[in-house]
């Protein structure tokens, strides 16, 4: 039953009546260990610059690597299983860094055990909650829902049928530059990880760049419309509302909530720490919000489309679908689902209670399935994940108000239920595309979700671990990890049961993001650079400026060698992204063990060969997508 709404019948690359290995140990061994890597990475990511990327396509190129180099081993739907595994522990990475290092900057005491819980409950629901979605959206949406990660993804693992072993490479090296140069700052302290100069006669002004390979292959990915927005927001904050605070309080004796200093004492960091982030999060607040109201319509058509769907799919017999077509029996999802929820009610690590089960439960459900509908228009890069937590945060947190829970057991529990339900979504919408790579190239999707439950458990049980490990070598809400958007959960969380938040600041947010809105850019994207320091977003802004270079270097050529030049470019940016993200939680690994490894001075203080490194990092970034030596 593979049939779309047309008639017409698909066929994927590997038929149906073609079996091919598939679920295989190999596959399995493979998948763990890079759904723990990238998941990992992700992480830090998320934490560093308040974005993640997808691992698909990097992954599916290191499978094919692997797989096709070392072992011998040709079949696509094993390639479809590792990039399928590795996806499930990056989204639950992703879904992760967005909401559980709010708990840390609480400052209360976390257990592992605890952590392990939440990412799991919330990793295991968005699997369970998107099967039996995709049947409707997958297959009978077809040719109206792109997926566009999944489609790309799956043209990489046909195109690695001829031979993958120079995309390999070209992730592999990525991964180099980006771990040495995460060594040499953070590791050796050989020079500094940032450039960093005031401006004269411009009152507590700044502009700066840091030298982290991830942040510019960040930049890459996203493109410069995106990176420049971002860039933005952090010049607004370092040109225009820091320096205006800065002139009109310099003969301020005044000390104005929340700040506990008087004004005309503070310098630019104390402005940012205690107005400039608040301001940042009302504008992060309201730019998810309006990104999840202009969605508004598409979500009511999936709640439609899905009741619809859910009841046409109820006349389907496993006995009568074909390879490409079988899920996991509807029976053992709501099985899942049931005993998730009720272990959730009555689970002594969180104490989240029945009332936390059913918001998971009504949240995870409504959301799940607009992150697994969304993300096959817009990608995943767009979903409006942090819009869709913040309402769910918002709505929880009154509830539990209003039964009489406020103060950190309140602000505990709030955070606890977002985090479970943020995890879901991000994890669905995430492995909708992946099941879209399998429908195209011909997998087996209950061998796929069977995949995805092994990737989010492989990446689940250490992800808690991880965490707290760069906590503790970083700090969770430092400059080192800002971790923009969990820091706005704790925010509101904290004002809504505390009732202690400046909302004039706030509110000050919410318009500047309105503003932005009306003049045709996303806020969410904006509101992100204007909470994170300048120096990240100015640095992810270069990326984008490498990215510009390449389109108008390539625009004459045709679409196919314009993406596939795209494409050697993403893959370099991934390796940078991995490589730097793995070996700053290596780092974070070595500083818990013993913090006095590691240097605490920079050997070189000159700011000029740290930026000098990062142009050649650009120039590495930029030659790999627009190889020096060209065929005529």
Not at 180 to 188: I, N, Q
Not at 278 to 292: C, H, K, M, Q, S
Not at 372 to 400: D, E, H, N, Q
Request: charged residues 10%; contains cysteine.
């Amino acid at each position: 039953m593979s049939d779309n709404m047309g008639g017409k019948k698909f066929q994927p690359y590997i038929p149906a009546s073609k079996t091919l290995p598939e679920l295989t140990v190999t596959a399995i061994v493979l998948g763990i260990i890079l759904s723990i890597l990238f998941g990992a990475a992700n992480a830090y990511l998320g934490l560093k610059v308040g974005l993640t990327v997808s691992a698909s396509i990097p992954a599916a190129v290191i499978s094919m690597g692997i797989l096709r180099g070392i072992f011998r081993r040709d079949s696509i739907l094993e390639n479809n299983i590792v990039q399928t595994m590795t996806t499930a522990g990056e989204a639950l990475g992703a879904g992760a860094v967005f909401t559980i290092p709010a708990l840390f900057m609480m400052g209360v005491e976390i257990k592992q055990i605890m952590l392990v819980f939440i990412v799991l409950t919330g990793g295991f629901l968005g699997v369970f909650m998107m099967v039996p979605l995709r049947r409707m959206l997958i297959v009978n949406e077809h040719e109206t829902l792109p997926y566009p990660e999944g489609t790309a993804c799956a043209e990489v693992l046909k195109t690695g049928e001829k031979g993958g072993g120079a995309q390999a490479k070209l992730v592999v090296f990525g991964f180099a530059i980006g771990g040495v140069v995460k060594v040499l700052t953070d590791g050796f302290k050989l020079f500094r990880s940032d450039v960093q100069t005031g401006i004269y006669n411009f009152q507590n002004a700044f502009v700066g760049t840091q030298i982290y390979p991830a942040l510019l292959g960040v930049g890459f990915i996203i493109g410069p419309k995106i990176a420049g927005q971002m860039v933005a927001g952090g010049l607004m904050a370092s040109l225009v509302l820091i320096p205006a605070i800065a002139f009109f309080g310099a003969g301020s004796s005044d000390v104005i909530f929340p700040a506990t200093e008087a004004l005309k004492t503070l310098d630019a960091s104390m402005i940012w720490d205690n107005y400039i982030r608040y301001i940042g999060a009302g504008a992060v607040a309201a730019g998810g919000l309006i990104t999840l109201a202009k969605t508004l319509p598409a979500i009511w058509q999936t709640l439609r489309s899905t009741m619809v769907g859910l009841n046409k799919s109820k006349g389907y017999k496993v006995a009568e679908l074909e390879r490409t077509d079988k899920d996991i029996p509807m029976k053992w999802v709501l099985i899942g689902i049931a005993v998730l929820i009720v272990v959730i009610a009555f689970d002594p690590f969180t104490n989240v209670g029945v009332i936390g089960a059913l918001a998971i439960a009504i949240f995870g459900f409504l959301f799940v399935t607009v992150a697994s509908r969304i993300v096959g228009i817009v990608g995943s890069s767009s979903s409006p994940v942090s819009g869709m937590t913040i309402a769910t945060l918002l709505i929880v947190a009154i509830a539990y108000k209003s039964f009489g829970y406020t103060g950190t057991e309140g602000i505990i529990l709030t955070l606890t239920v977002a985090a479970i339900v943020c995890t879901a979504l991000a994890v669905a919408g995430d492995i909708s595309q992946d099941l879209k790579t399998g429908y195209l190239v011909g997998g087996t999707p209950w061998k796929q979700q069977v995949a995805m439950m092994i990737g989010v458990m492989a990446s689940g049980l250490v992800m808690g671990y991880i965490l707290t490990l760069l906590d503790n070598a970083y700090g969770m809400g430092s400059e080192a990890l800002p971790a923009p958007k969990a820091a706005l959960m704790k925010i509101l969380a904290e004002g809504i049961l505390n009732g202690n938040l400046p909302w004039t600041l706030i509110f000050i947010g919410v318009a500047i993001a309105v503003v932005i809105e009306f003049l045709g850019m996303n806020s969410l994207v904006f509101a992100v650079g204007l909470y994170l320091p300048l120096n990240i977003s100015a640095t992810v802004m270069f990326g984008g400026f490498v990215r510009l270079i390449v389109n108008q270097v390539i625009k004459h050529k045709k679409d196919k060698e314009k993406a596939a030049r795209i494409e050697r470019g993403t893959l370099f940016a991934s390796g940078l992204i991995a490589g730097e993200s793995l070996l700053g939680v290596i780092i974070a690994f070595i500083i818990s063990i013993n913090p006095n490894i590691i240097p605490t001075e920079y050997l070189l203080t000159n700011q000029w060969l740290p930026f000098l490194v990062f142009l050649i990092v650009c120039a590495l970034l930029y030659f790999s997508t627009v190889p020096r030596k060209q065929k005529a």
